[in-house]
Nanobody, 115 residues
Framework: VQLVESGGGLVQPGGSLRLSCAASGFTFRSYAMRWFRQAPGKERELVAAITSVGGVTNYADSVKGRFTISRDNAKKMVYLQMNSLKPEDTAVYYC?????????WGQGTQVTVSS
């Protein structure tokens, strides 16, 4: 089982990034997918979620209207489009797969928002 995030980097405030998470080794379409983030000295927090069926989405209040989560079951990918980035969005971003009996985490990708 693998979840591999990519797309992080350094971006100026107001900029955009698109994170990707590639899944393998499990039945991706049966799993809800989530993006979390963890800033230095802070607890890991849920950013966005998408259901396995129907693609229903949910967002943290802090990112609502700026971030969009999506998934492509054929490609076994989940994405996080991040717009209007702020310095407080700086964190390591993780994707998480949630199944009926198990969960999987990726290794994370660093996002730094700074001028």
């Amino acid at each position: 089982v693998q979840l591999v995030e990519s797309g992080g980097g350094l971006v100026q405030p107001g900029g955009s990034l698109r994170l990707s998470c590639a899944a393998s080794g499990f039945t991706f379409r049966s799993y809800a997918m989530r993006w979390f983030r963890q800033a230095p000295g802070k607890e890991r927090e849920l950013v966005a979620a998408i259901t396995s069926v129907g693609g229903v989405t949910n967002y943290a209040d802090s990112v609502k209207g700026r971030f969009t989560i999506s998934r492509d079951n054929a490609k076994k990918m989940v994405y996080l489009q991040m717009n209007s980035l702020k310095p407080e969005d700086t964190a390591v971003y993780y994707c998480k797969a949630v199944g009926r009996d198990d969960v999987y985490w990726g290794q994370g990708t660093q996002v730094t928002v700074s001028s």
